[in-house]
Structure formats: C-alpha cells, structure tokens
T-cell receptor
Framework: AQSVTQPDIHITVSEGASLELRCNYS??????LFWYVQSPGQGLQLLLK??????LVQGIKGFEAEFKRSQSSFNLRKPSVHWSDAAEYFC???????????FGSGTRLQVQP | DTGVSQNPRHKITKRGQNVTFRCDPI?????LYWYRQTLGQGPEFLTY????????KSRLLSDRFSAERPKGSFSTLEIQRTEQGDSAMYLC??????????FGPGTRLTVT
C-alpha cells in the first residue's frame, strides 16, 4: 500500500525567505504525486502535479517541486514566500489504475512579517 | 464553471440522527470522490464513482455510510445513526480521465 510522510508538522519562515516543504512517499512503482494547499475553512487547491517526464515541475503561485526517485521524495519549494502563502500544505500520492489519493498529514506554514 | 460545490457547508446534528450531504462536481467531470478529513490530518479516501457506478469503497466506509450518484451527475453521502466519531470535514472532489482531482470547500459535520 502507498503512504506519504510529511516530517514537518509546522514551519515558520520570514516573508521573502525561501521555503522547502518535505514529502516522502512509499510506493513500489512510479507514483503520481501532488501538492495541495488548504487555507482555513477552504477546500484543497492543487498547486502542482507529477505524472512522468521532467522531474522538476512548476506549479501555480510560484511553487515548484522536484521528484527524486532515489530518495522517494517530492519536496515543494518556493524562492520567496509571501504572507498570503500561510496555509496548510498536503502532499499526496496516487497510483495508476487506482483512483484514491493517499495524503500526508500536512505541514502548517506560518509566515512572519 | 465555478468548480465543485458542496451543501450544506456546515451541519450540526445530534447523535443518532441521519444526515445527508450533496456534492455537485465540475460539469464535464465523470469521476467523483468522497474524502473525510479530521482535525490535524490529511484527507482520507472514502469512495469513488465513475459516472453513476461506485467502483471503490474504503474500509473506512462503514455500513452506516452510503453514497449515490444517480445519472452520473451530483452525488449524495448519507450517514445513518451518526456517532460523535463521525465529526469531520467531508470533502468531495471530481476529475476527468487523468488523476487530477479538484476539491470542493467541504461540509463540516459536528455530532453532539
């Protein structure tokens, strides 16, 4: 069965600083990988996805993520964080032929002025 | 198109009562999913429809839970004889053929 680990429950960064959120997955083959963001009281918004091909994927709001098969990781990065990026971020893994996504427990991002 | 919509947004009910939630997916999406999210956790998969057929159910979906998607459009999720442990956010998502799921705002259920 697939699983996702987000090791950091809570991260605080200063506005303008760079950001990296960690995600490790467990799956026997090449998975589908996603990052979602959830603001308080809101649903989940898709930031970016990886299905195949180029291992560096660009998403919305200036985010990017890199798939590293050797490390079973799909870390999310942003070069300069804005106060509006404060939210909860979820990494998710899917498998070809199976429609359910498996989510990590999330990382809460706090942005200091 | 305004995305996936869910109603109601909030529901407070007493233990033992039945509740029903509705999800309207993005109009051209043939796949629909239900997830449950408890505080401090990521969403957990409950069930999946392709058109009107319910193709996958999680072990989390006990006998008290039932989902339908008549005519392959909107979907309903019913919980019978609610328990306090059912308190959670219930999320609906929809997708086309690829596994890129778009989520609605959710229905927050509180069982007192």
């Amino acid at each position: 069965a697939q699983s996702v680990t987000q090791p950091d429950i809570h991260i605080t960064v200063s506005e303008g600083a760079s950001l990296e959120l960690r995600c490790n997955y467990s799956y026997g083959a090449t998975p589908y990988l996603f990052w979602y963001v959830q603001s308080p009281g809101q649903g989940l918004q898709l930031l970016l996805k990886y299905f195949s091909g180029d291992t560096l994927v660009q998403g919305i709001k200036g985010f990017e993520a890199e798939f590293k098969r050797s490390q079973s990781s799909f870390n999310l990065r942003k070069p300069s964080v804005h106060w509006s990026d404060a939210a909860e971020y979820f990494c998710a893994v899917g498998a070809p032929g199976r429609r359910a996504l498996t989510f990590g427990s999330g990382t809460r991002l706090q942005v200091q002025p | 198109d305004t995305g996936v919509s869910q109603n109601p947004r909030h529901k407070i009910t007493k233990r033992g009562q039945n509740v029903t939630f509705r999800c309207d997916p993005i109009s051209e999406h043939n796949r629909l999913y239900w997830y449950r999210q408890t505080l401090g956790q990521g969403p957990e998969f409950l069930t999946y429809f392709q058109n009107e057929a319910q193709l996958e159910k999680s072990r989390l979906l006990s006998d008290r839970f039932s989902a339908e998607r008549p005519k392959g459009s909107f979907s309903t999720l019913e919980i019978q004889r609610t328990e306090q442990g059912d308190s959670a956010m219930y999320l609906c998502a929809s997708s086309l053929e690829v596994d890129e799921q778009y989520f609605g705002p959710g229905t927050r259920l509180t069982v007192t």
